[in-house]
């Protein structure tokens, strides 16, 4: 029989956010995150342990669908509000420390573009995966994001552009954050986006879906255990 | 032939789109979502989704169009407008291929306006995402289908006196480079069907179309353009699989 926390990753991969949510079809009336999050913490299961083993293998199986095809975007996004569902439940139980954030994402559009949907999108799925994400918008100057780098030490940055005349523009912005701050790690992605252009301009990563962006920002700044 | 020159002689044209005009399908905004790169078809819940989006999604639309035709020079990279000062489109081999054979090139802007992407946007940010990305998808569905409908009434004007259209094409396709959108604008009144190019070359409102259609006794369609060009990646190349 499956744990709890088993059950928990299953709902969030399938979408299960409440029990009146027919999703999948037929469901209605039995019980999803929400629920099964609170019956976690009613049995004494620490908060953590229902977020790092429960809510997050759910979304982590629903990026690795997404990656080999199997799942797309409004299945990562149905997930990722069942995720929401799960979170909300375990806020009061972190109570005044918040829920412990994975990281800081500093997320804009460069300059001279304002296409958004896919920033929205990274936003969205790395906010379901912990991260606390600062959204700086579209048409994102250089200094922009220096003074967002500047006001969240620490964090990664990630630069969207969907036009080859605006991605461009990413390279100004490495070369501005790179300057002051070499260790902050960049991650470019956007249409007309390679590897190698990401390499070229001296990015740190490159991802080309809101998934793979969690899969690399997850390698270029792993979780630090403790001593 | 007199209904030639009368057809070219008669400047831009614009037109305001109904949406009962425009030939949106589920299915189109699936492969849109994505959902076409395999077989099954979208989890019924995505479908109610998108039933239930369709009607606000109609009414956020305010499709119109331009587009005016010229006479054209089809060099072995580039188009050459006949004009009083002539105006040249860096198309690149591949699109000048394909329009080989044209006697006129309409060129064109078409646009489903600001308020669908303003919505979407907004759902996105405040706690609706799929049904914002999922507006999104539709609005994408929706110019493309407005620029469709713009090519079929050209389609039907230059049939009366024997021509046959090319495939539309776009700044960014076909190895045409997106920066040449300026060229293009530059041949057309200022702000096309309510449509501004800023200096990114970037179209607002975003969901807008713009490009060229080959017309002439010897335009050819291809049904397959995509066998042409090299871009793999090519978002025309994903949504549509017949081009693929």
Not at chain 1, 200 to 216: H, K, T, W, Y
Not at chain 2, 135 to 142: C, N, Q
Request: include cysteine; charge should be negative; charged fraction near 20%.
């Amino acid at each position: 029989m499956r744990s709890i926390l088993e059950r928990i990753a299953a709902c969030v991969e399938a979408g299960k956010a409440n029990e009146a949510m027919d999703i999948p079809a037929g469901s209605a009336g039995q019980p999803g995150v929400a629920e099964m999050c609170a019956r976690a913490l009613a049995e004494g299961i620490g908060a953590e342990a229902v977020l790092h083993d429960g809510l997050m293998p759910g979304m982590g199986a629903i990026g690795k669908r997404f990656a080999a095809g199997e799942a797309f975007i409004p299945e990562v996004l149905i997930a990722a509000r069942a995720m929401h569902a799960g979170l909300a439940v375990l806020k009061p139980a972190f109570a005044e420390q918040g829920v412990p954030a994975r990281g800081t994402f500093v997320i804009g559009t460069v300059r001279g573009d304002l296409h958004d949907i896919g920033k929205n999108l990274v936003a969205i799925i790395l906010e379901g995966a912990g991260w606390r994400v600062v959204d700086l918008g579209t048409d994102c100057s250089p200094e922009v994001f220096l003074e967002a780098v500047k006001r969240n030490p620490g964090c990664a940055v990630g630069l969207s552009a969907l036009l080859t005349t605006t991605m461009i523009n990413m390279r100004e912005v490495i070369e501005s954050v790179h300057a002051v701050s070499p260790a902050t790690r960049i991650l470019v992605g956007g249409a007309p986006v390679t590897a190698a252009f990401a390499r070229e301009i001296g990015a740190d990563g490159f991802a080309d879906n809101p998934s793979q962006a969690l899969a690399v920002l997850d390698e270029l700044m792993p979780v630090v255990g403790p001593a | 032939m007199p209904q030639v020159v009368e057809w070219m002689g008669a400047g831009p044209r614009t037109a305001t789109i109904a949406p009962a005009d425009l030939t949106i399908t589920d299915a189109a905004v699936a492969r849109m979502l994505g959902f076409g790169a395999r077989s099954s078809s979208p989890p019924n819940h995505v479908l109610r989704a998108l039933a239930q989006l369709r009607p606000m999604a109609d009414a956020l639309l305010e499709a119109q169009v331009l587009w005016a035709p010229f006479a054209v020079d089809v060099k072995a990279d580039a188009l050459i407008c006949r004009m009083e000062r002539p105006a040249r489109l860096d198309v690149g081999n591949i699109v000048a291929h394909q329009l080989r054979g044209s006697s006129a090139l309409v060129v064109f802007v078409a646009t489903i306006g600001g308020a669908l992407e303003g919505e979407a946007r907004r759902m996105m940010i405040s706690g609706a995402p799929l049904d914002g990305y999922m507006l999104d998808a539709f609005g994408s569905v929706a110019v493309d289908a407005c620029a469709a409908a713009m090519a079929e009434r050209v389609e039907s004007e230059v049939s009366a006196f024997g021509w046959q259209t090319t495939n539309r094409f776009s700044p960014g396709y076909c190895t045409w480079p997106t920066e040449d959108q300026h060229a293009l604008f530059a041949v057309l009144p200022p702000r096309p069907g309510g449509v501004t190019l800023m200096p990114s070359a970037l179209m607002q409102p975003i969901k807008s179309i713009s490009g060229v259609i080959g017309v002439g006794a010897t335009a050819k369609y291809s049904p397959y353009p995509c066998e042409f060009c090299g871009m793999e990646d090519c978002r025309q190349r994903l949504v549509e699989p017949r081009l693929g």
